[in-house]
């Protein structure tokens, strides 16, 4: 079946400009993620949705920054004012459990903020 | 706050040679533990897990991985490595129930052939 995919691929984008990430999860998957990873650095937590629960927002490292899921279906990473320090690949992943298991990742969403 | 830590940032093997990427994580309660993969330019991917039950777990590719709850890791392993196993190996730890879940570093393996 289809995996996670994430769009744009890639984006290029102005300081100041803002971003909206998109990422479909595989179907019936319950828990979603999104994460940071900059260039030769691991991966950032930045938001957890799970379920119909509230989100974990916890990794999100400014105001600047929302993320939004619709059930369990789309989620979108959302950038205001983007910054240079925000160029990273910005991945997302979907579990099929609400309880700690596996991710499936995506392509990941090439940001580069000029 | 839980945190991982992966004790090599590269690592170079020849083929054939035998393979340990150590992780440590410092966590409260009871922990799901993954190894995830990602080769060059493909997304990342599991390689194994570890839930519960049998501390040793075997992966895809001939990988495994032991936890040992009193030392805190779970460290992998590979007892011949290959020219394809090139990639960043990642350690992640979550709560059994979803939250907190935080990876670690990284470690990049190059294998010469």
Redesign the interface.
């Known amino acids: 079946g289809a995996?996670v995919s994430q769009s744009p691929s890639n984006k290029v984008t102005e300081k100041g400009k803002d971003v909206e990430l998109r990422c479909d999860p595989i179907s019936g998957h319950t828990?979603l993620?999104w994460?940071r990873q900059r260039l030769g650095?691991?991966?950032?937590?930045l938001i957890?949705f799970?379920g119909n629960s509230a989100p974990?927002k916890s990794g999100l490292p400014s105001d600047r920054f929302s993320a939004e899921r619709t059930g369990e279906s789309v989620s979108t990473l959302t950038i205001q004012r983007t910054q240079q320090e925000d160029s990273a690949v910005y991945?997302c992943?979907s579990?099929p459990?609400?309880?700690?298991?596996?991710?499936?990742?995506?392509?990941?969403t090439r940001l580069t903020v000029t | 706050a839980q945190s991982v830590s992966q004790h090599n940032h590269h690592v170079i093997l020849s083929e054939a040679a035998s393979l340990e990427l150590g992780c440590n994580y410092s966590y409260g309660g009871t922990v799901n533990l993954f190894w995830y993969v990602q080769y060059p330019g493909q997304h990342l991917q599991l390689l194994l897990k570890y839930f519960s039950g049998d501390p040793l777990v075997k992966g895809i590719k001939g990988f495994e991985a032991e936890f040992i709850k009193s030392k805190f890791s779970f460290n992998l392993r590979k007892p011949s490595v290959q020219w394809s196993d090139t990639a960043e190996y990642f350690c992640a730890v979550t709560g059994n129930y979803g939250q907190n879940f935080v990876f670690g570093p990284g470690t990049r393996l190059s294998v010469l052939p």
């Open positions: 995996g828990a993620y994460y650095q691991g991966l950032e937590f957890y799970q974990d991945l992943a579990s459990q609400l309880a700690g298991g596996e991710q499936y990742f995506g392509p990941g």
